[in-house]
């Protein structure tokens, strides 16, 4: 089952911009100007890329849409430091 959960917290909201990009193109382009920012989202940072795009307003982000990509980038962080916490007992050299 943790397994499982991993696989959705790695590969859901990958699925999910890719999903919102190929329905809205256009929000996209007006929110990063082009492809590159998306794909480096896409690839390093998703859950910091989706609330990017949930809080960008015309002028530019408020600070509650900072708030909300700050929780996203502590989402990815825990999503790739999840998998290191819970093998540590699997490392030899890691000091308990």
Known sequence: ???AIA???ILGPR????YWWLT???????????????ILG???????????????AAG?????GWLLVG???LVDFGTYGGGAVG???????YDQ
Request: hydrophobic fraction near 55%; proline fraction near 7%.
């Open 42 to 56: 896409f690839l390093l940072l998703p859950w910091t890329t989706i609330m990017y795009v949930v809080a960008w």
């Open 1 to 3: 089952m943790c397994c």
């Open 24 to 38: 809205d193109p256009a929000r996209w382009y007006v929110v990063f100007g082009g492809p590159v920012a998306p």
């Open 87 to 93: 093998n540590k007992d699997r490392v030899r050299s």
């Open 60 to 64: 530019g982000l408020s600070l509650a």
């Open 15 to 18: 699925f999910f911009i890719l």
């Open 71 to 73: 929780l996203g980038l």
């Open 7 to 9: 696989v959705l917290g």
